[in-house]
């Protein structure tokens, strides 16, 4: 199985702040992977597929890069909105695995 | 309007069982492909099965496999997930969720509001 390692577990961030959080699959995945948002007590919400494609409708402060094994997410001039979990996943092959989150906190 | 609308959770005692249900509307169902992916109170995501188009290939986490059943009604616009065997660590909020079929990739664009399952006695 592939391992998805996200990292900062959590990161306090300002309003207008740039904020990354990386995730690293244990092997190659290629571009198969996939960045959700995620706020309390609601379901998930497709940011990013491909590693840097984004999803229609996600503002474009929101980017993805990255291939092979390493990968990040750049939120560029966070929002209020903004502040919510992030998960990464891996899109490549079966069993699907996701990182363990990241969590945007306001400072 | 895409929706997903997962149904069947509730409260259940360990070894039982427990059927859910994922009823889709505003898009052509038959033409993609469906995962059940759960999260356990204050955990994070964690994939539990996926299936095809037609049903005909059908993927299982390890940590499910040999006790749940996905399966799909492409006439009646519906995924299933048949639980037995119930343990405690099965407790989570269970989501539907429809692939991303814009790349080849295997992830979601769209996900129900999540149906609660309990196992306790």
């Known amino acids: 199985d592939i391992q998805m390692t996200q990292s900062p577990p959590s990161v306090s961030a300002s309003i207008g702040d740039r904020v990354t959080i990386t995730c690293r699959a244990s092997q190659g995945i290629s571009s198969w992977l996939a960045w959700y948002q995620q706020k309390p007590g609601k379901a998930p919400k497709l940011l990013i597929y491909a590693a840097s494609s984004l999803q229609s409708g996600v503002p474009s402060r929101f980017s993805g890069s990255g291939s092979g094994t390493d990968f990040t997410l750049t939120i560029s001039n966070l929002q209020p909105e903004d502040f919510a979990t992030y998960y990464c996943q891996q899109a490549e092959s079966f069993p699907l695995t996701f990182g363990g989150g990241t969590k945007v906190e306001i400072k | 309007e895409v929706q997903l609308v997962e149904s069947g959770g509730g409260l259940v005692q360990p070894g039982g069982s427990l059927r859910l249900f994922c009823a889709a509307s505003g898009f052509t169902f038959s033409s993609y492909e469906m995962s059940w992916v759960r999260q356990a109170p204050g955990k994070g995501l964690e994939w539990v099965s996926h299936?095809?188009?037609?049903?005909?290939?059908?993927f299982y986490a390890d940590s499910v496999k040999g006790r749940f059943t996905i399966s799909r009604d492409n006439a009646k616009n519906s995924l299933y997930l048949q639980m037995n065997s119930l343990r405690a660590e099965d407790t989570a909020v269970y989501y539907c969720a429809r692939e991303n079929i814009v790349a080849a990739g295997n992830d979601f664009d769209n996900w129900g509001q999540g149906t609660l399952v309990t196992v306790s006695s």
């Open positions: 299936i095809r188009t037609g049903a005909n290939a059908i």
